[in-house]
C-alpha cells in the first residue's frame, strides 16, 4: 500500500518562504515520477509541479512558475521536496505531494494516482 506524508507547512506572512517535504511507503519511490498539487477552499486540485524518477526533467505548472522549486534526492528518505518562495496570501491551500502510476514513465501530469493528506500552508498579508 502506497502511503505518502506531507510536512513543512504552517502560518507565514506574505513574502516568507517554506519548504514541503515528503516521505513514502509502500514501493521504491526511486522508480517513480512525483509531484506537488494544491487545492484552496472552494477550488479544484491545481498541478503545481512534477519532477520524474530520475530527476532530470521537471514541470511546473502555472501558479508553481518562477517562485516554487520542486526537487528530489534519491538517496535520502525524504521522497520529494517543494521550496516556495515569496509566499502570497493568494498561496494559502493545502499542499499534497503525489506519486505516479506507473514506473520509469514520462512525466504526466495526468499519470499521478497516489496523494497524501497533504498539509496547510497559511500565508497572511
Known amino acids: 500500500q502506497v502511503q505518502l506524508r506531507e510536512s513543512g507547512g504552517g502560518s507565514v506572512q506574505a513574502g516568507d518562504s517554506l519548504r514541503l517535504s515528503c516521505v513514502g511507503s509502500g514501493r521504491t519511490f526511486n522508480n517513480y515520477n512525483m509531484g506537488w498539487f494544491r487545492q484552496a477552499p472552494g477550488k479544484e486540485r491545481e498541478f503545481l509541479a512534477g519532477i520524474s524518477w530520475n530527476g532530470r526533467t521537471t514541470r511546473y505548472g502555472g501558479s508553481g512558475k518562477g517562485r516554487f522549486i520542486i526537487s528530489r534526492d534519491n538517496t535520502k528518505d525524504t521522497v520529494v521536496e517543494l521550496e516556495m518562495k515569496n509566499l502570497q496570501p493568494e498561496d494559502t491551500a493545502v499542499y499534497f505531494c503525489?506519486?505516479?502510476?506507473?514506473?520509469?514513465?514520462?512525466?504526466?501530469?495526468?499519470?499521478?494516482?497516489?496523494w497524501g493528506q497533504g498539509t496547510q500552508v497559511i500565508v497572511s498579508s
Open positions: 503525489a506519486c505516479a502510476r506507473t514506473s520509469w514513465a514520462a512525466l504526466d501530469v495526468d499519470e499521478f494516482a497516489y
